[in-house]
């Protein structure tokens, strides 16, 4: 059975930094696309980053200069590094990894940024 999980997040201040990390597990294969998804409170959830087995990377404008994804296809684990962090940037962060017909979801690591 695949499973993700991840890890990293947390309390951080207005202008802070966190990584998140999502390491897949029960896969033989490496996964396609790898991304991370966020959800707020009253909100839906919207895509934040995501990169491709190549190394391809696409932003939601509201974090582009601000996060940074990366993968290790070796160990099917995913990273987001946060900078710079704001308010708006608190919400249940959550890892996908897709490599079809397999779509997988972490459970969520909760970020909270004070101002």
């Known amino acids: 059975q695949v499973q993700l999980v991840e890890s990293g997040g947390g309390l951080v201040q207005a202008g802070g930094s966190l990584r998140l990390s999502c390491a897949a597990s029960g896969v033989i294969f490496s996964f396609n696309i790898m991304g991370w998804y966020r959800q707020a409170p009253g909100k839906q959830r919207e895509v934040v980053a995501t990169?491709?087995?190549?190394?391809?990377?696409n932003y939601a404008d509201s974090v582009k200069g601000r996060f940074s994804i990366s993968r290790d296809s070796a160990k099917n684990t995913v990273y987001l590094q946060m900078n710079s962090l704001k308010s708006e940037d608190t919400a249940v962060y959550y890892c996908?990894?897709?490599?079809?017909?397999?779509?997988?979801w972490g459970q969520g690591t909760q970020v909270t940024v004070s101002s």
């Open positions: 996908n990894a897709y490599n079809w017909p397999t779509n997988c």
């Open positions: 990169i491709d087995s190549s190394g391809n990377t």
